[in-house]
């Protein structure tokens, strides 16, 4: 949907995995194989990252100022689930990293980890548009950034506007 790049570091993952939902067409990337393999997801490992989709998704709304789309685990409950593991290289740099590289929801604890401590976290937000809320990273100077793309959803807005007011 998006003409912005990516977010930066770990938050692309959490980018990816909530726009692998199109809620206009209602596609689903994790229904294919090589959506899956992108997460290193199994079929049994869907329910839970479906979860985790919109738990992030969720968050993310609250980052850009919007109420969730629907009810949803809190991201909370689903993090205290995901096992991380302090790092160390040679030259005393700490890291948090998953316990097991495979688990999407220690990758994604890593990120949110990551980006706290980055100070970036709230950057990554849903788009505003109800058909929409795919995941952006914010990069507007004053961090309000509303729609993933303003030459899209941003200017839906704008013309629905425009209409209201003419009528």
């Known amino acids: 949907m998006s003409e912005r790049s990516a977010a930066p570091a770990g938050l692309a993952l959490v980018e990816s995995l909530v726009n692998t939902l199109d809620l206009e067409t209602g596609h689903d990337a994790l229904d294919t194989a090589d959506g ?82 980055a100070g970036t976290w709230t950057r990554l937000k849903a788009c505003e548009a109800d058909t929409c809320h795919w995941a952006y990273y914010d990069r507007s100077p004053a961090g309000r950034g509303r729609w993933c793309s303003m030459q899209v959803c941003g200017a839906r807005a704008k013309m629905r506007r425009y209409r209201a007011k003419g009528t």
């Not at 909370?76 to 890291?95: E, S």
Request: charged share 20%; hydrophobic share 50%.
């Open 36 to 117: 899956r393999a992108r997460f290193a997801l199994t079929e049994a490992e869907l329910d839970g990252a479906r979860e985790l989709r919109e738990s992030l998704r969720a968050v993310l709304l609250a980052h850009a100022g919007h109420p969730p789309h629907r009810t949803v685990t809190p991201l909370g409950d689903l993090l205290a689930h995901a096992p991380l593991l302090v790092t160390l290289d040679d030259d005393g740099t700490a890291a948090l990293a998953p316990a097991d590289a495979r688990p999407l929801l220690s990758r994604v604890a890593a990120a949110v980890a990551g980006a706290l401590v």
